[in-house]
Structure formats: structure tokens, C-alpha cells
């Protein structure tokens, strides 16, 4: 009778599990090292995927750093350049300015060309003359520089005070806005020409502080001065066309005299709309006999008429 095989928990290593196990484990660790080679080969592809993209990269920005480059050298060698010379310049928007004064005041460097043309300095320098407001400097392709300029605009001629009483008394041209302008030669202000009848027909300030003395381009701060441009600027259309004169010693003396030779005490810049309205009132109602109006508190007017009635014919 043949004799059992023992149970054997773990077969030695000559034997056929053994063996077939073995050769299991075998292939499962062959298996692991394939897929690590693998995994490393996919890192080696992409490694050398960015760093082709990186030197595409570094090339695109260097291309980019060498045109940046010449065009700048590019453009400062054409700044510098006498390419396209101003060979003009043109005054706009002058109307009492001569232009050769503008031109001869603004003063293009010969040298300026529409490339290099100092714009601002121009500018500043067009400032200085009292007749202007404002200037804009604009350049025309290909060889003009335009001074496109606003003149001050007028609200009166003020009588100054003489000095002494062998000085004669000086008529100055006034802004809107209480800058002096120059003084009035005959049709000749300053660096400007205005025409005799335009001259007639600007308001006159008159009995002025004997302490004003007018400089150009300086704002003058008399308050009978400001308080008659204050009016001249807020009287309706129709009001400030009757005004010949204002007599403005200080603001609250301020009268004026009408076209029609009527004298009107108005005191301050207060209350202008309701002052009219009195005015008006008044001038209809004695209209052809009223001599003198007072407004200065337009809830208590008083007024001078004369007996002559209108003439109806």
C-alpha cells in the first residue's frame, strides 16, 4: 500500500508551484517596469514639447525686442530729421488782431519741421498777448503749423482818471471778465484795429476810482468797475442796448445814462430783473418826459418827468 503524500504548507523551491509561480511574479514585475518605462518616456516626450514651445517663445520676443528697437531709432532719427519742414503758418478766428502780429508773436523756430514742432511753448507765448483768450496750435500735414486763436471778447471802454490835470484822460478797453486789454489810439488797441462805429457803440465806464490804472492783461478788483461789467453781463439783451454810459465811482453810487438821455440811479448788482421791470415800466408811462428814474430799492421807486408833453405828430 503506497504511502499518502504529506500536506505541505510551502513547496521548496525546486518545485513545479514554485516554478510557476515564480514565473508569475516574473512577469507582473516586468509588467510594473514596462509601465514606469513607459510613464518616463511620455515625461521625456512632453519635457522636450515645452521646451521646443519655450524657444519658439524666446525667439518671437526677440524678434519682437529688434523691431521695437528700430523703430524707435527709426522714429527718433526722423524727429531729429529736417524731413517735412514747416514752411507756413495761418492765423484762424482773428477778426481785430492783424495776423503778422500772431505769426510775428508766436514765433515757429525756423528750424520746426511737423515732426518737431514745440506746440505748447507757441502756445504760451500766444498767451501773452492780452487781445487773446485762448489759442489752440495745430499741425497740418505736411508742412503748416495753424494758430487757431480766441480773442477776448469786449464789454466796454473805461475812462481813466488823469493823473494830473495837464495828463489827458485815457480810454481802455475792458474784457467780460474785467481784464484790461490796451488802450484805445484812435481806430488802434493795442496790437488790434476796431473800426469807429464798432468803438461808438460800446458802453462806456465812466467816473471811475481816481486809483485805477489799468495794466494789460491784469483783472482789474475796483468794485464800481466790477460791479458795471456784473451788470453789463446779466442786463437782458434789450436793457443792455439802451446803456450808453455807467457812471461806477463804487458799486453803490453806480448809475447810468440812456440812450434816450434818461438818468438812472441803480445802485448794486442786486435785484437786476426787478429793477429793469421798474425801468421799463417807467419809461412807458412818461415816455417822452421822464428825465430821471430811481431803482436802487425797486419796491420804492422815484422818478423826474418834465410837464412837455410827447410830441403825437
Known amino acids: 500500500m503506497r504511502p499518502r503524500t504529506p500536506y505541505v504548507l510551502g513547496a521548496p523551491s525546486g518545485s513545479r508551484f514554485a516554478h510557476d509561480n515564480g514565473d508569475e511574479a516574473y512577469e507582473r514585475s516586468g509588467d510594473r517596469r514596462s509601465s514606469r518605462s513607459s510613464r518616463g518616456g511620455s515625461r521625456g516626450a512632453r519635457s522636450s514639447g515645452s521646451k521646443g514651445l519655450m524657444s519658439k517663445a524666446r525667439v518671437r520676443l526677440l524678434i519682437t525686442l529688434v523691431v521695437t528697437i528700430a523703430a524707435c531709432g527709426g522714429a527718433i532719427a526722423l524727429y531729429f530729421s529736417g524731413f517735412l519742414p514747416i514752411t507756413q503758418v495761418t492765423v484762424v478766428g482773428n477778426s481785430k488782431l492783424l495776423s503778422g502780429h500772431v505769426i510775428s508773436l508766436a514765433a515757429v523756430p525756423e528750424d520746426s519741421t511737423f515732426f518737431r514742432t514745440d506746440t505748447e511753448a507757441i ?118 442796448g439802451m446803456v450808453a454810459a455807467i457812471s461806477a465811482p463804487d458799486a453803490i453810487k453806480t448809475s447810468l445814462t440812456l440812450y434816450n438821455n434818461v438818468r438812472v440811479a441803480f445802485g448794486a448788482a442786486e435785484n437786476i430783473e426787478a429793477k429793469e421791470l421798474a425801468i421799463a415800466s417807467l419809461l412807458e408811462e412818461y415816455a417822452g418826459t421822464i428825465t430821471y428814474i430811481n431803482v436802487r430799492m425797486p419796491d420804492r421807486t422815484s422818478h423826474r418827468a418834465t410837464d412837455q408833453k410827447p410830441d403825437t405828430e
Open 123 to 240: 502756445r504760451q507765448r500766444l498767451l501773452t498777448e492780452p487781445w487773446i483768450s485762448d489759442v489752440s496750435v495745430e499741425r497740418g500735414f505736411p508742412d503748416t503749423v495753424m494758430l487757431r486763436i480766441t480773442e477776448q471778447p469786449i464789454a466796454a471802454v473805461v475812462s481813466i482818471v488823469p493823473e494830473t490835470a495837464y495828463d489827458a484822460v485815457q480810454q481802455w478797453v475792458i474784457s467780460k471778465d474785467g481784464a484790461w486789454i490796451a488802450e484805445v489810439d484812435k481806430d488802434v488797441v493795442g496790437s488790434a484795429r476796431i473800426s469807429p462805429e464798432e468803438l461808438v457803440k460800446l458802453p462806456k465806464i465812466k467816473d471811475v476810482s481816481a486809483a485805477v490804472r489799468p495794466v494789460s492783461g491784469l483783472t482789474e478788483t475796483d468794485e464800481g468797475i466790477a460791479n458795471a461789467l456784473t451788470l453789463l453781463r446779466e442786463f437782458s439783451p434789450e436793457m443792455r
